[in-house]
């Protein structure tokens, strides 16, 4: 089992920046791939970046060069830098993780951007 929590969502004008960090307890070791996915009303949940054990990153092209994801093997924990914030980034973002076939959720943060 694994264990994740979310940290670092708010209020902010658009421009701005902000960092959100999961924090992961548990069978760690066994995850081959962290994210992030955000989720508006009404709307499917969408992927906003991930990253691999090897190293691998991809982003949501609505993202790429406005945010950058990084994981903290010593902490156990997987962060996301988002900077250039716009209205358009307003959702709930959560994390995500993958042990094998088995998917990790946690409750998710409001990130909101102010016009």
């Known amino acids: 089992q694994v264990q994740l929590v979310e940290s670092g969502g708010g209020l902010v004008q658009a421009g701005g920046s902000l960092r959100l960090s999961c924090a992961a307890s548990g069978n760690i070791f066994s995850l081959n791939v962290m994210a992030w996915y955000r989720q508006v009303p009404g709307k499917q949940r969408e992927l906003v970046a991930e990253?691999?054990?090897?190293?691998?990153?991809n982003y949501a092209d609505s993202v790429k060069g406005r945010f950058t994801i990084s994981r903290d093997r010593a902490k156990s924990t997987v962060n996301l830098q988002m900077n250039g914030l716009i209205p358009e980034d307003t959702a709930v973002y959560y994390c995500h993780a993958k042990s094998g076939y088995t998917n990790y959720w946690g409750q998710g943060t409001q990130v909101t951007v102010s016009s």
């Open positions: 990253t691999y054990s090897r190293g691998t990153t």
